[in-house]
């Protein structure tokens, strides 16, 4: 009843869906500017707290300030409750909150959450919102103890190593890219371990929530006829190729730039790291203002692709990429359906997937353009690499965030919203209520290329 109310009204669920994430963004702006959240005599303006709570609801990692020297233990804890909100999703939180208190899940907040997450159909939203939220939990907690415990070998008292070792695993695990350290994790540049476990739960948190439930579901029941869904296929494939084509490009050109000099498995483990980094994680290991333009230029792509749907991260998605890719190879065979792994894709997926991939061109040439006026101070590789880190959700920057105009910074956070959203739900909010057409033209061909 109160979804028909909603759409007499004109307004769709996808309208109802962004309202949300700006109040969202509301609250966590308000949240930063509680009494203790800054170190004593730290004073932040009213803009670069928005921009942070826009960049911690995105789970981006851009920030104008350095968090280490501005916020407080207290305000660290604010900033790790907002990446909770915004790695589950606005619509996942508040179901999970409704659950533990009993309250009867509607139709109305199961579309809202279908829509939320790039669900299908309603069936089993509510137990998909329960097993995304035991399953990132137990995630971050896993990560936090282990990593607590390593980093005793770095800081003086337990207290500061848990306080790291759980800030590192939330922010890796929602790819949020924040730190408190002022300089990533390039001080365990040579510690793999600490690498390796980080890699883990990026990867963790941006190959996708179905992904993750359906190989607990495999494990669990060790049942000899379960089948994979194609997007879990789809996925984890594009997800793996990207990740070795990545940093096979990362060291073949840093082996003759900064990697120079390097023992083998210490630039190894930089194009790793910043191949899986660059999906939408943000952290670094290494000074990424010391790669060439090359990389920057390879980088961008990779965060422009971004992670998976139904993940932490943003970008175009694996999946829209992966389709754009099999459908030229398809057309380029003189094939109409496109297959793989034994399944065809529907048009309609196709055909969403060029929407998405156009309007993200479209917009990140829109703000590209928009920032080389605003911004004279930075170069165009700088911009161009700051602009697709938002889009992206992932939080890497040449070093331009802090000294962004007023106009840059809201133009990046614009940027973030919609990488957090997605473009579909963008799109959507923009559009209006749908309608279906009472009357069609007749078809004509019309010359292409």
């Known amino acids: 009843m109160r979804i028909k109310r909603i759409q007499k009204k004109g307004i769709t669920p996808f309208q109802v869906l962004v309202s949300y994430y700006f109040i969202a963004i509301a609250t966590s702006f308000l949240l930063l500017r509680l009494p203790g959240v800054h170190q004593e005599g730290v004073h932040v303006a009213y803009l670069d707290s928005l921009f942070l709570a826009v960049s911690a609801v995105s789970v981006t990692g851009l920030t104008t300030i350095n ?74 907690a896993l990560g936090a103890i282990i990593l607590s415990l390593h980093f005793k070998r770095y800081f003086e008292t337990w207290e500061e190593s848990f306080i790291h ?77 990207l990740f070795v084509v990545g940093a096979f490009v990362i060291l073949l050109i840093e082996s003759f730039q900064s990697f120079k000099g390097m023992k083998w498995h210490e630039a190894l483990f930089s194009a790793m790291y910043h191949s899986i980094s660059t999906r939408s ?70 055909f969403r997937s060029f929407v998405v991939i156009i309007l993200a061109l479209f917009m990140v040439l829109l703000a590209t353009m928009i920032l080389l006026i605003t911004e004279p101070h930075a170069t165009a590789m700088q911009i161009v690499f700051e602009i697709t880190s938002a889009f992206g959700t992932c939080g890497m920057s040449l070093g331009i ?29 923009l559009g209006g209520k749908s309608q279906k057409l009472k009357y069609r033209y007749p078809k004509e061909r019309v010359i292409i290329g």
């Open 67 to 140: 968090i280490s020297e501005t916020y407080s233990v207290f305000g660290q804890a604010i900033i790790l409750l907002i990446l909770q909100l915004g790695a589950i999703g606005i619509m996942s939180l508040g179901t999970f909150v409704w659950l533990l208190v009993g309250k009867k899940i509607g139709m109305r907040e199961r579309q809202l959450i279908m829509i939320d997450h790039n669900q299908y159909n309603l069936a089993g939203v509510v137990q998909l919102i329960r097993e995304i939220a035991k399953i990132l939990f137990l995630i971050e």
């Open 165 to 241: 070792g759980i800030f590192t695993s939330v922010s890796a695990t929602t790819n949020g890219g924040f730190d408190i350290t002022g300089i990533s994790l390039q001080q365990y540049h040579l510690d793999y371990f600490v690498q390796f476990v980080t890699m883990v739960l990026i990867v963790l948190g941006a190959i996708g929530f179905p992904v993750l439930i359906e190989v607990k579901t495999y494990l669990k029941n060790k049942n000899p006829g379960f089948r994979f869904s194609l997007f879990t296929k789809i996925t984890t494939t594009t997800y793996g190729i």
């Open 281 to 350: 994680a943000g952290l670094t290991t290494y000074d990424v203002r010391t790669f060439s333009e090359a990389t920057d230029i390879f980088m961008s792509f990779l965060m422009f692709i971004g992670a998976s749907p139904s993940s932490v991260g943003g970008g175009i998605r694996t999946t829209t990429f992966a389709i754009a890719i099999l459908f030229l190879i398809t057309y380029a065979n003189g094939r109409d359906e496109i297959q793989i792994f034994g399944r065809e894709i529907h048009f309609i997926d196709v």
């Open 401 to 429: 965030t802090e000294d962004l105009s007023t106009a840059g910074k809201v133009v990046i956070m614009i940027l973030m919203f919609i990488g957090r959203v997605g473009l579909i739900s963008f799109l959507y909010t």
